[in-house]
């Protein structure tokens, strides 16, 4: 058992209440990370927001922090922006077990695109330069095989060339890569990328250890 599944009357009670203060832009999500990643949300309100519900799994955030790539540290009023354009302001509230492994978290994510609208209008007028907004590569994608599939693109376009021109050394690294995001963490995700690389399981592994021998003599 886990924090939230032995509080989740509490922790509903808390969710709910901030999604009614803030309104329907306001998504609040709650994950029990001590289930399969592609099935973490146990609850969530206004899950129009980021097109999701219940049963589906977390973000590419919430892998890196499983794998130890990223220190589990709470995060507040940070900006995304999601495949549809909506830009949201998000803060991220962790739990941990008797040991501080973190399985488990509270999410908010507020859709502030037609303030940040409103914003560059008002700027636009008062000022010679444009507002930009900032962009984090949180992915709220709803289906792990489709956040699977982001993740891939994005290791390989980070080399500028198409998945079956990388060199061997090049795919190593997009194998690392994906390793420090927390990506083989899904089930059959090594599957996944062989094909994507044109690539037998047995490379994967191999590239894997690989990598992760030339990381551990640095």
């Not at 709470?74 to 941990?96: A, E």
């Not at 709220?140 to 699977?148: A, C, E, K, R």
């Not at 995700?189 to 690539?199: H, I, N, P, Q």
Request: hydrophobic share 35%; aromatic share 8%; glycine share 8%.
């Amino acid at each position: 058992m886990g924090y939230v599944s032995d509080n989740l009357n509490l922790l509903s009670d808390i969710a709910k209440c901030i999604a009614m203060q803030f309104g329907e832009n306001c998504e609040v999500v709650l994950h029990d990370l001590t289930l399969p990643y592609d099935q973490t949300i146990v609850a969530i309100w206004n899950g129009h927001v980021t097109g999701r519900k219940v049963g589906d799994g977390g973000t590419n955030a919430g892998l890196e922090i499983l794998k130890g790539s990223v220190a589990p540290d709470d995060q507040y009023c940070y900006i995304n922006t999601i495949p549809s354009g909506k830009i949201l302001r998000s803060s991220s509230k962790y739990f941990r077990d008797e040991y501080g492994k973190v399985n488990g978290s509270l999410c908010i994510n507020l859709d502030i695109t037609d303030l940040v609208r409103c914003e560059n209008v008002i700027h636009s007028l008062t000022s010679s330069s444009t507002a930009q907004t900032e962009k984090t590569p949180e992915l709220f994608i709803g289906n792990i095989d489709s956040l699977l599939e982001q993740m891939m693109h994005e290791a390989v376009l980070m080399t500028g060339k198409n998945p079956r021109e990388l060199s061997k050394d090049e795919k190593v690294h997009v194998v690392h890569s994906l390793d420090r995001r927390g990506f083989f963490l899904i089930k059959k995700s090594a599957e996944k990328l062989a094909d994507f690389l044109g690539l037998s399981r047995y490379s994967i592994y191999n590239y894997l250890n690989e990598a992760n021998q030339a990381e551990s003599l640095r």
